[in-house]
């Protein structure tokens, strides 16, 4: 048995005079001095104006708070823009600004973190004057919005030259109060006063306060506190539970709760998701500007399918490919590509896109531009490889198209969201049925006690598209996947069919084939449009792009 040396206090260095907390600025050779400090402050020019102009989707936001603003009456609204969130240690994500935040805003600049904006409760008709009913000077909204807004600090701060995060000399200047305003239409404060903005007349016979959560913890920490002050728990804001001896019949009791229910913040959060379920027409500008700069991605992509040939790591050729083009052409892409060759395709979400791609094989590349305002394209193509599909990949490719076909069809004003998805699994419940494929008929597939066909494609067929790639999440049911198709509504259309390498209930040519296509539409008074039409979707038609592109 060995003997360890035991260790002892006095054999171990003494602790070193600095707080772990205090670690991170051990790279800083910041000098200290007064003369540093008097210098790097002084003898600036005056701050050159920002060229700011009203952003376009101004009313268009106005109109959007003043439907909001008809929900929610008497309560003060509160809609962060969310912070800067961490990557790692001391590096920040590229700032994005909360979709409902956007959406009520008209923004998507990347100058916002911590930005607020309030809805506050006013007399009805003395509030915003956006809104429908709006234009005319009327002002219907009974809110009034204002941003609470972190303004740009002055050259005689330390923020100015020594804030790695919101310091001009470091991530650039950010817009005035003023700046704001004009961009936005909407009355611009010091986000110093959000505390006592948020606290005025709040409480159980006064003013309910809802936050939007899942976007800035502080600000939601801030509403708790407050609601917490006034005697507010939080959840209900409202004596809407039932009192056990009180006499109310069933119906009073549900309209209390329902009135209830409109003063809590999960009401909010559903309501600024529902408010999306319907694109206005600059919306649908921003989507077809999206879809556009996503098209050209995918032709890049083509261009440069010899080059993924050629490297180990082909899916990230086509993965940068698409991503440098959404980068260069809008703000970003719209989530993480996924750039899948062979066997990844049917991986869902294979976003990890190290593999190869090699010859014979297919490509499955779903991806999407976000473009400035934040909208968000979500394409699918799969390609060939070599240029052309085999018999089996057309065969599966060609199932594919029909049930999108069918769903298209069936993507129409007064049809339900879910007739779209059924639609797709009538074709692809018979054509796996025509093949040998399912162990039942399809009829018995179909049924919901059966649904064998979805072995091979776990995914629904459609989503709400906006701001968000997967858009309206926090809508109710009823009016989502239960909910009635109406004009103006933008959803993906998205069948596939996934043979794992490893799936012993196909035959052989069928494993490692994975194919999905995925179109953008926008519903119409009289039907649909695909957004994405002009990216090839037959196969033929998508073998003749892309021998185009290849000359
Ligand atoms: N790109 C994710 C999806 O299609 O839903
Ligand atoms: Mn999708
Ligand atoms: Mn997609």
Redesign the pocket.
Known sequence: MTDATPVTPETTEPPVDQDVSERGSNRSQRPESDAFKAFVTSSWAPRAALDVEPARAAPFAAARRAMLSERFPGARLVIPAGPLRVRSNDTDYRFRPHSAFAHLTGTGWDTDPDTVLVLHPVEPGTGDSGGRGGEDGSGRSAHRAVLYVRPLAARDTEEFYADARYGEFWVGARPSLDDVATRTGIDARHVDGLRDALAKDVGADGVALLVVTGADEAVEDLVDAIRAESGLDGTTQDAGARVEDEQVTEAQWLERARIAYQRTDAALVEAVSELRLVKDAHEVEQMRDAVAATIAGFSEVVRNLPRALGHRRGERVVETTFDAHARLEGNAVG?ET?AAAGDHATTL?WIRNDGAVRPGELVLL?A?VEVDSLYTA?V?RTLPVDGEYTDVQRRVYQAVLDAADAAFAAAVPGARFRDVHAAAMEVVAARLEEWGLLPVSAEESLSPDGQQHRRWMV?GTS?HLGLD??DCAQARRDLYVDGVIEPGMVF?I?PGLYFKADDLAVPAEYRGIGVRI?DDVLVTADGNENLSAALPRRPEDVEAWMASLRD
Do not use: F, M
């Open positions: 989530y996924i979400h779903d999407g979500d699918t995914h989503h790639v997967h993906t998205e995925e």
